[in-house]
Every structure is written in structure tokens, then in C-alpha cells.
């Protein structure tokens, strides 16, 4: 009977998490762990941004820092 709480609660962390992540995806935050997963799959031969560099790489994304198509986020 024990064996049902243990299945539970790892259904609700990974429901957890799929919320977590979906909540940050619509703020512009990507998960990092999923892009470092990317990287080194697709990118053998680079670094991959550390998670602040990643963390920053987004936020810039977000707010149009560096767009020189006008966009403002005010």
C-alpha cells in the first residue's frame, strides 16, 4: 500500500514541474537544464552558456534589449 503515496507524490513533482516550466515559458524563462541538455547534443565542440549567461540571454530576449527594431517594453 505504501508503494501508491511513493507514485503519487512523483506524479505530482513531475505535475509540478510541468507547470513550473509552462508558467516560465510564458514569461520568456526557458528551463536551462533543457538547454544545456540541447547544447551539448547539438554543440559538441562549444560551451554552453553558464545560467546566469542563459538567465540574461533570455531576459534581453524578453525586453528587446539590443532589438533595433524599436521595440520598448514601456
Known amino acids: 500500500m505504501e508503494a501508491a ?8 513533482k513531475a505535475l509540478s514541474k510541468c507547470f513550473c516550466d509552462g508558467a516560465r515559458l510564458m514569461v520568456g524563462q526557458g528551463d536551462y537544464a533543457a538547454y544545456a541538455a540541447h547544447a551539448a547534443r547539438t554543440h559538441p565542440d562549444q560551451a554552453p552558456m553558464t545560467e546566469i549567461e ?21
Open 5 to 12: 503515496p511513493q507514485n503519487l507524490r512523483d506524479r505530482w
Open 54 to 74: 542563459f538567465f540574461r540571454h533570455r531576459e534581453n530576449a524578453r525586453f528587446g534589449v539590443g532589438n533595433t527594431n524599436g521595440f520598448r517594453c514601456c
